[in-house]
């Protein structure tokens, strides 16, 4: 069974930075595809980015492309995306998710383990 935590949500202002973690445990993230997705309230939960479980390809939602960058520390197990000139419209409940070998997977149904969400909230 694979856990995930988050880390590293808060409060920002706008054009700031937030770097968001996500620690595995139970299995080596080598072997996971990692998603990152975000839900406002009253809002479906979206898709924000993804790296493949070889590390070799990343992907985003348009909204963020240029903004945000994913990636994974093997050796650490941990997972991260970088945020950068944030907006009040990136204001949500971040989500890592993770699926074993996965290459690509945008919708949430594309992964089985989940984490319990961190908040980022973007003033103006």
């Known amino acids: 069974q694979v856990e995930l935590v988050e880390s590293g949500g808060g409060l920002v202002q706008a054009g700031g930075s937030l770097r968001l973690s996500c620690a595995s445990s139970?299995?080596?993230?080598?072997?996971?595809?990692m998603g990152w997705f975000r839900q406002a309230p009253g809002n479906k939960r979206d898709f924000v980015a993804g790296i493949s479980w070889t590390g070799a390809s990343t992907y985003y939602a348009d909204s963020v492309k240029g903004r945000f960058t994913v990636s994974k520390d093997n050796a650490k197990d941990t997972g991260y995306l970088q945020m950068n000139s944030l907006e009040p419209e990136d204001t949500a409940v971040y989500y890592c998710?993770?699926?074993?070998?996965?290459?690509?997977?945008?919708?949430?149904?594309?992964?089985?383990?989940w984490g319990q969400g961190t908040q980022v909230t973007v003033s103006s």
């Open positions: 139970g299995f080596t993230l080598s072997t996971l595809g």
């Open positions: 998710a993770a699926h074993q070998k996965l290459y690509y997977g945008r919708s949430s149904h594309d992964y089985a383990y």
